[in-house]
């Protein structure tokens, strides 16, 4: 069982900064890979970010340049840096993992980018 639990979301201007979180905890051998994704209201979830084992990254065309997906093995820890927020990414965004053949997902945190 592979828990994975998000924070770092909150209320922010447009223009302004977050920082997201994902520890994952329990029982695998690698997430592989991990990532980020968003739901808006009434809007499929999308894919923001994410990133392999080796370091390649993929990126949502909207986040190009405002975002950067890291991630700290040694403490399970996947993260996301925001920048330059937008009005349109406000949204819950969630976790991923992927542990052959399981797909693992967070619980989720709220973004809000608003004047």
């Known amino acids: 069982q592979v828990r994975l639990v998000e924070s770092g979301g909150g209320l922010v201007q447009p223009g302004g900064s977050l920082r997201l979180s994902c520890v994952a905890s329990?029982?695998?051998?690698?997430?592989?890979?991990m990532g980020w994704y968003r739901q808006a209201p009434g809007k499929q979830r999308e894919l923001v970010a994410n990133?392999?084992?080796?370091?390649?990254?993929r990126y949502a065309d909207s986040v190009k340049g405002r975002f950067t997906i890291s991630e700290d093995n040694a403490k399970n820890t996947l993260y996301l840096e925001m920048n330059s927020l937008k009005l349109e990414d406000t949204a819950v965004y969630y976790c991923?993992?992927?542990?052959?053949?399981?797909?693992?997902w967070g619980q989720g945190t709220q973004v809000t980018v608003s004047s």
């Open positions: 990133i392999r084992q080796d370091g390649r990254t």
């Open positions: 991923n993992g992927y542990d052959v053949p399981y797909d693992y």
């Open positions: 329990g029982s695998f051998d690698s997430l592989d890979p």
